[in-house]
């Protein structure tokens, strides 16, 4: 199988610092993520004036200023992308942004991204869908707060315009932050695979690292994950969000359940192969036997090692006489047999 794609979210926690937004770049590849992903916009075309905060925002960066007001302090200007993209290119990680206006996706588009991934909230913008859709490269679509019938609508909207299926991979999402565990139902994520046929995902918002190693093991393609810096640091999603050393160690396990998951052939490991001998049973004598005497239940007992006789052949040695002298505790040979 492919290597799970593990896409550390920067966002907006960089706080519209440029130079937090480097460090957070170096952060990720220390971590071993595959991408480092960030946040591109104009507020003026996200949110009107009278947009009020989700109540997460509220509480993590006061409820009386705007989303608007919040979002000019937290996003970078757009002159910043290119930078942030070199920096990524020297460092040798992948950039990624989500662009959340139509402008911003045509800076994507002269940077040279070459994946796109719609947010949770714009699965029922059309225009956008659209046009992202036309380009015909590797997309991911979140799906927070969607149901199937939304997510399938998104996906017509997309195919129509042009999007290869083959291309396509959806992520299972719940847009909570942080996402309580029992709202999670990571077998969403098997059902959207299972209706829409597609490689998926899973954007993890819960505190942790626990959820998203299970969805690697329910076979998550693609993994998305908050970090930050500090998690104590003012922000809207610091709070939700991994600290670097916590997101090497999610990194850690996704990698060693990816060994650990296999290739679905049940057969014998090389470890086990080893230790068949030491673990299983070959049939022994329990009771001396003498020549020609004919050998019942009574006359046997299974014991290791696993290297003589196996107990799965008993019934062709039951009945049958001894061919010569054998001694009680023996692990029977065929040639101990008469006829075996």
């Known amino acids: 199988m492919e290597n799970v794609l593990i896409i550390a979210e920067a966002g907006v926690n960089h706080n519209g610092s440029l130079s ?3 460090k957070m770049v170096m952060a990720a590849k220390k971590a071993g993520a595959d991408i480092v992903k960030f946040q591109t916009g104009i507020a003026e075309l996200i949110v009107s004036g009278e947009a009020p905060k989700a109540d997460y925002q509220k509480h993590t960066t006061g409820a009386t200023e705007s989303q608007l007001t919040m979002l000019k302090k937290l996003l970078l200007p757009l002159d910043d992308f290119q930078i942030l993209k070199n920096y990524c290119d020297d460092l040798g990680i992948m950039f990624m942004s989500t662009a959340f206006d139509m402008p911003s996706l045509d800076l994507l588009v002269k940077l040279g991204q070459k994946s796109f991934k719609v947010p949770s909230g714009e699965i029922t913008n059309l225009p956008y869908l659209q046009k992202i859709a036309s380009y015909d490269a590797e997309t991911i679509l979140s799906t927070g707060m969607a149901d199937l019938d939304e997510i399938n609508e998104a996906i017509d909207v997309m195919l129509a315009a042009g999007l290869n299926k083959d291309k ?5 999402c719940t847009t909570a932050y942080p ?6 139902n990571l077998n969403a994520m098997k059902s959207i695979q299972e209706k829409f ?4 995902g899973y954007s993890d918002h819960t505190l942790g690292i626990e959820v ?3 969805a690697v093991a ?3 393609t693609v993994i998305e994950k908050h970090f930050t810096l500090d998690r104590n640091m003012e922000g809207p999603d610091h709070s939700a969000s991994l600290e670097p050393d916590e997101l090497a160690q999610m990194i850690s396990c996704v990698r060693n359940i990816e060994k650990a998951l296999g290739n679905s052939n049940k057969a014998p490991s090389n470890s086990e192969m080893q230790n068949i001998i030491a673990a299983r049973r070959s049939i022994h004598t329990a009771k001396p036997l003498k020549e020609g005497e004919i050998i019942t239940e009574d006359s046997l007992i299974m014991k290791r090692p696993g290297d003589g006789i196996s107990p799965m052949q008993i019934g062709s040695i039951l009945g049958k006489r001894a061919a010569h002298p054998v001694s009680e505790g023996t692990k029977l040979q065929l040639q101990d047999v008469e006829g075996a």
């Open 212 to 214: 998203p190693i299970a």
């Open 168 to 172: 396509l991979v959806i992520l299972h």
């Open 179 to 184: 996402t309580p565990l029992d709202e999670v």
């Open 20 to 22: 937090l937004a480097k």
């Open 218 to 220: 329910l076979g998550a």
């Open 197 to 200: 046929g597609v490689r998926v």
